[in-house]
């Protein structure tokens, strides 16, 4: 085997330029957030860090929900006029899944879903569309416009080609996603980005300006163990303990100022944040943002996640994988302490 050459490519000296540039910012902002989460115990120093485990994926492998958004596309044009369903009966009664049009739980309890035999949680007052990039029609007449977009796009990647984990997409593809049409005046758009610097200069100078969204902030999610270690060491040339979210708000008129009633006036959007958490076990599963992104918009707001893998209560989920962790077996049942 022909070893690697000590010098780096081009990809690689942009990662560490880019690096260099804010590796202070996090190790000082996680050293600080650290100390501030062992004094109210929620990190304990000496526990034994089990993030190198190889979590267990007990979902079905015999039920690939990208494959069934596949075949679903031979019969879009049969369901084309129902674009929406409602579940607002308070029964416990399995639900059937519905492909192409938009299933929404109005009631206040989580419900049951049958798709294939398999059964999934349905969170309370929230929505999803199970469906590939080439169906996201349904979600464009469900004729609603959201104050918050979250989306975490399945990025080129050679590693991940290999792997052939899910279908990746290309520039010119994300730029086709219709961010303008569910976006409401002033939506706060939010982009997690691999840290490759293409991708995040691609944001950043194009995609960004093509869907006229301006303010543009950097965030960084920083990966930590339960004792409070980063993941990866923070200098590690290979991997980074951080991902990078790339924020800004939707403005349609870029001639005229942005102007905000009392009421629609937020906090401005800082620039390097950091959120400081102890990542799931399960691949690319990134933390739920509801809390964090509630100071920056109005109170309630509408919110869409774009390519997500689960469902989170008060949003509307999109994707060829939206109820991957939904499924049953990555519950565990609660036993009631009258029992």
């Not at 005046?185 to 982009?191: E, M, Q, R």
């Not at 790339?246 to 942005?258: A, F, I, S």
């Not at 102890?278 to 992104?293: A, N, R, Y």
Request: net charge neutral.
């Amino acid at each position: 085997k022909r070893k690697r050459s000590s010098e780096l490519n081009h990809g690689e000296s942009d990662i560490l330029e880019y690096h260099l540039k804010i590796s202070g910012i996090i190790l000082d902002g996680t050293r600080c957030l650290i100390q501030e989460a062992r004094r109210s115990g929620f990190l304990q120093p000496n526990s034994i860090d089990q993030f190198y485990v190889k979590a267990s994926d007990k979902g079905p492998s015999n039920c690939s929900l990208a494959e069934l958004c596949e075949m679903a596309k031979c019969f879009v044009s049969m369901n084309e006029r129902e674009q929406k369903r409602v579940i607002d009966k308070e029964t416990s009664d399995p639900e059937q899944v519905q492909l192409t049009c938009v299933t929404e739980n109005n009631t206040n309890n989580a419900k049951m879903l049958t798709l294939m035999g398999q059964k999934y949680l349905f969170p309370p007052r929230s929505a999803f569309l199970l469906s590939d990039f080439s169906c996201m029609q349904p979600l464009l007449n469900y004729k609603k416009k959201y104050d918050i977009i979250v989306i975490d796009p399945p990025w080129e990647n050679k590693s991940v080609k290999r792997s052939n984990r899910y279908g990746l997409l290309s520039h010119w593809q994300i730029k086709e996603i219709p961010v303008p049409a569910l976006a409401a005046p002033n939506c706060l758009v939010v982009t997690w980005v691999t840290n490759k610097q293409k991708h995040l200069q691609f944001v950043k100078n194009e995609l960004y300006p093509h869907w006229s969204i301006h303010g543009v902030v950097e965030w960084f999610w920083v990966k930590i163990t339960k004792s409070g270690e980063f993941v990866i060491p923070l200098d590690s040339l290979h991997k980074k303990p951080y991902e990078i979210l790339v924020l800004g708000r939707v403005q349609g008129n870029t001639n005229v100022p942005l102007r905000l009633s009392e009421d629609e006036k937020f906090s401005a959007i800082p620039d390097q944040k950091l959120i400081v958490s102890v990542p799931c076990t399960f691949h690319s599963h990134k933390p739920p943002l509801t809390e964090i992104l509630k100071e920056y918009t109005k109170p309630d707001v509408e919110c869409l996640e774009l390519f997500a893998r689960n469902l989170q209560p008060g949003w509307t989920s999109w994707g060829n994988e939206v109820l991957k962790f939904q499924h049953l077996d990555y519950f565990t049942v609660l036993q009631d302490n009258d029992d």
